[in-house]
């Protein structure tokens, strides 16, 4: 498949700590602008894979999502491959809920402020012991918990991040930001590969913020919070 001008664009390196989000968001771009089109076969898993400089497990894993969402279908065979689906699923058009990308980004960028500051100013505090057991608690509600529960306990472990910080202005904050961002996320399927990193992302902040590490604590949250955004962007605009 010989790529140019735009085209190339899209398919060039992912640059950044959260391949397989940015390659779902990637993918979902270059469906969405017709890079290649309804009943169109995407090139080769290997010469993709390198397009995009990312692994082909990961590759795998991001078509595998947009498979079962209902974005591609494999095809075995002589002839066969990952191939656009003809008639793309509900809701894949028009952003979820009459959302603009502008107001998709207005939250997004709210949130980016908001939760790696509240990860910073938690770092820099005298943590109580009270303070400590509470956010290991919620640390360990959330690892490993599975999809039914966990968009539930992942609130409210980015909540406590924002209790510890000491200042209940900034956790009124968090609360209606996450909420806006709830929203968003309902509109999106929950993927396992991004909980598996979500969950290494979360002890990553956790460990930095208990540590008392205010730089490390708000990069540790801004790398999570760009692999959601990613995710955010690639489904609803």
Do not use: W
């Not at 191939?83 to 979820?96: E, H, K, R, S």
């Not at 009459?98 to 938690?122: H, K, M, N, P, T």
Request: net charge positive; glycine share 10%; with cysteine.
């Amino acid at each position: 498949m010989t790529l140019r001008g735009a085209d190339e664009a899209l398919f060039r390196p992912i640059r950044g700590g959260n391949a397989f989000e940015e390659t779902v968001e990637r993918l979902l771009s270059t469906l969405r602008l017709g890079v290649v089109a309804p009943g169109g076969r995407l090139p080769p898993g290997r010469e993709l894979a390198a397009r995009l400089g990312v692994s082909r497990a990961t590759l795998r894993e991001a078509l595998a999502t947009l498979q079962t969402a209902g974005y591609l279908e494999s095809r075995r065979g002589r002839y066969g491959g990952t191939f656009v689906v003809a008639t793309p699923p509900p809701g894949a058009g028009p952003t979820p809920g009459g959302r603009s990308a502008a107001g998709i980004d207005d939250v997004l960028a709210f949130r980016q402020v908001l939760e790696s500051g509240a990860a910073e100013a938690a770092a820099a505090r005298s943590l109580t012991r009270a303070d400590r057991e509470h956010l290991s608690a919620r640390l360990a509600g959330c690892t490993g918990s599975g999809a039914p529960d966990y968009r539930r306990l992942d609130s409210r472990l980015h909540l406590a991040v924002a209790e510890v910080a000491g200042s209940p202005s900034l956790t009124t904050a968090v609360v209606d930001v996450r909420s806006r961002v709830n929203e968003l996320l309902d509109a999106i399927p929950l993927l396992a590969p991004n909980i598996e990193h979500s969950d290494r992302q979360h002890a990553a902040i956790v460990t930095a913020i208990l540590a008392g590490d205010p730089a490390g604590a708000r990069k540790a949250m801004t790398d999570h919070l760009a692999g959601t955004a990613a995710l955010l962007r690639g489904f609803l605009t």
